[in-house]
């Protein structure tokens, strides 16, 4: 969780830095601070065994930054950060969280307004003073009270990749400091791998009463406790350090199952689930299934057993939403769900030629690490400056030198790709004659998001009608609690896609997840194929390919449905530019 912390620091750094107008180092703040997000191992565990030159290995830490992640491992505080917070209005900072504020904005509100934080910024809205200054107008507040509204909700729940991490940490915490537990599991969001999550709910199981004690003094007494909101015997609830509220509860063994259905959800799927129950002569709940009659119990040291005693083929976690899948449960007819061992490449990964941490052969080496047969290196076109974006002559280069690259790989193949910018008209960054020199075209846009959505589509349709595209890159343009997805119409871009043959993206980086888990399903049932790439930018990124698994199976996906669980040999089905040796 310490990675977390440092994350957030260098995250509020570049904020200041920008408002403070200084060149560079906000990007590689934000650079450093996305890599500790992502990095699996904690920087207290690297700096233990390898020290300062540890961190110096971390993807986009260098020297300067490793120091100061030396210094809060061992003081819990920056001093740059410390000094930097002087310089500027407690709260101004945050401003620069808000979408469409950014830091030339952030100064102008505080100036001309003496806005310095949230509540005042509301405040102003509300009075409508912002569209009266010079370079605001009526739509740019409109937007600042959209982004408002969307930094709060973000405040409120916390992305899985920032809760899935904890909950992991906790369990291995507690089933180290006390070995009499037997079962421990998450349950809630985090179980069905929501995309976002509102608090953590781990379950316990454990030998003797007198353990139950125990795993609740452990559990409140755990380094990554703020506060204690409550402490029992078999319940505790905790405040974590990063704000997010954690619950653990001891249960019998023999209801262990039905605690878990129950505390895992969707409250939809459980209200359902309960009136079949009744219908059949039962009643349902978190200590089991009994016979309404007599009360017998019939069911609950497991989950299967439960779901099997109602006339059900086991339910995963990610499908209970009570979208269907009661009904598919019933017919046996359930999706036998894409897992994170069918992957067999990654089709979207970016280098140090453009904005990634790693060189070509580095980021080859550790996608071989991870068992692939393939990986398609795709940095970003030219007209992506603030990506150091690939001109036509460095795309050339980089061909070539995948090529000698390849040469030291005999279990991986390289395919040469470019993530290419879907410009305004819809037209692409690179031409025709460019493209089809690339094994693998991802199209994807990155500017322009508050186009109309007639206007939008149209510019996403042209691109697809390109003969040389073959994935459209993160199809909606979200960023979770940061960015709404742009307006299109998803049913038009489906129909053509599946009409084209062209594959669409489930972006798997954290705070992308794009497309999410219900728009996966549509695109499904259209006839449309999926690639899950991981968009990392350096080696430690590939790992969160777990979280667009996650949404695959959120939308109901099976390998089937996903390219890259295809074997290489199989690959040129989908991608006609593709020729293997």
Request: proline share 4%; charged share 30%; with cysteine.
């Amino acid at each position: 969780m310490l990675n977390l912390e440092i994350a957030r620091i260098f995250y509020e750094m570049a904020d200041i830095l920008e408002l403070l107008n200084t060149p560079w180092k906000p990007r590689a703040y934000r650079k450093a601070a996305k890599a500790l997000e992502t990095l699996e191992i904690s920087v207290e565990e690297i700096y233990e065994k390898r020290g300062l030159r540890g961190l110096e290995e971390i993807p986009g830490i260098g020297e300067r930054l490793a120091k100061k992640i030396e210094q809060y491992i061992k003081t819990r505080r920056i001093t740059e950060y410390e000094s930097l917070k002087k310089k500027i209005p407690a709260g101004l900072a945050e401003l620069m969280e808000i979408e469409s504020i950014g830091p030339k904005k952030a100064v102008v509100l505080w100036k001309k307004l003496g806005i310095t934080n949230l509540e005042q910024l509301k405040s102003a809205l509300d009075r409508h003073e912002i569209s009266k200054l010079r370079g605001f107008g009526p739509k740019s507040e409109e937007n600042i009270l959209k982004g408002l509204e969307l930094y709060r909700q973000r405040h409120a729940r916390f992305l899985l990749s920032e809760v899935l991490p904890i909950s992991k940490t906790i369990i291995a915490y507690l089933k180290t400091k006390v070995p009499e537990i037997e079962q421990i599991s998450e349950a809630g969001s985090v179980r069905r791998r929501k995309e976002t999550v509102g608090d953590l709910d781990i379950l316990v199981t454990v030998k003797s009463p007198d353990a139950a004690e125990k795993v609740m003094s452990v559990f409140t007494t755990m380094p990554y406790v703020q506060r204690v909101l409550a402490k029992g015997p078999t319940k505790s609830i905790v405040v974590l350090k990063n704000d997010l509220q954690a619950d653990v509860r001891v249960v019998e063994q023999n209801c262990f199952g039905a605690a878990l259905q129950y505390f895992t959800g969707s409250k939809e799927h459980n209200i359902e689930l309960r009136k079949i129950a009744v219908e059949k002569g039962y009643k349902l709940s978190e200590y089991g299934l009994f016979e309404r009659k007599t009360e017998k119990f019939v069911a609950g040291k497991t989950e299967k057993e439960i779901y099997k005693k109602l006339g059900f083929d086991y339910i995963p976690p990610e499908l209970r939403e009570n979208s269907g899948e009661l009904e598919a449960a019933k017919a046996h007819t359930l999706p036998n769900l894409v897992q994170v061992t069918d992957i067999k490449g990654d089709l979207h990964v970016h280098t140090n030629w453009s904005d990634g941490s790693n060189t070509i052969e580095e980021m080859v080496a550790a996608a071989q690490s991870m068992g692939y047969q393939y990986v398609c290196i795709s940095d970003h076109s030219r007209t992506r400056a603030i990506a150091h974006g690939l001109s036509i002559d460095r795309l050339l280069e980089q061909i070539k030198e995948i090529k000698k690259v390849q040469k030291k790989f005999k279990n991986i193949k390289i395919f040469a790709g470019s993530e290419v910018d879907i410009l305004a008209d819809g037209s692409l960054d690179f031409p025709d004659e460019i493209l089809k020199k690339l094994d693998i075209v991802i199209a994807s846009v990155h500017t322009g998001w508050k186009m109309p959505k007639q206007k939008m589509t149209a510019r996403i349709i042209r691109a697809l009608e390109n003969p040389y595209v073959d994935i459209l890159g993160h199809p909606t343009g979200r960023v979770l609690q940061r960015r709404e997805p742009y307006e299109v119409d998803l049913e038009q871009i489906f129909k053509v896609a599946a009409e084209k043959g062209k594959i669409l993206e489930i972006d798997a980086f954290p705070d992308r997840l794009d497309l999410k888990d219900t728009d996966v399903r549509r695109a499904i049932e259209s006839g449309v194929m999926i690639s899950i790439d991981s968009d990392a930018h350096a080696t430690n990124q590939l790992s969160v390919m777990d979280y667009g698994v996650a949404t695959a199976r959120r939308g109901w996906a099976e390998p089937k449905n996903i390219v890259n669980c295809y074997s290489l040999k199989d690959l040129p089905k989908f991608f006609k530019k593709i020729k293997l040796d």
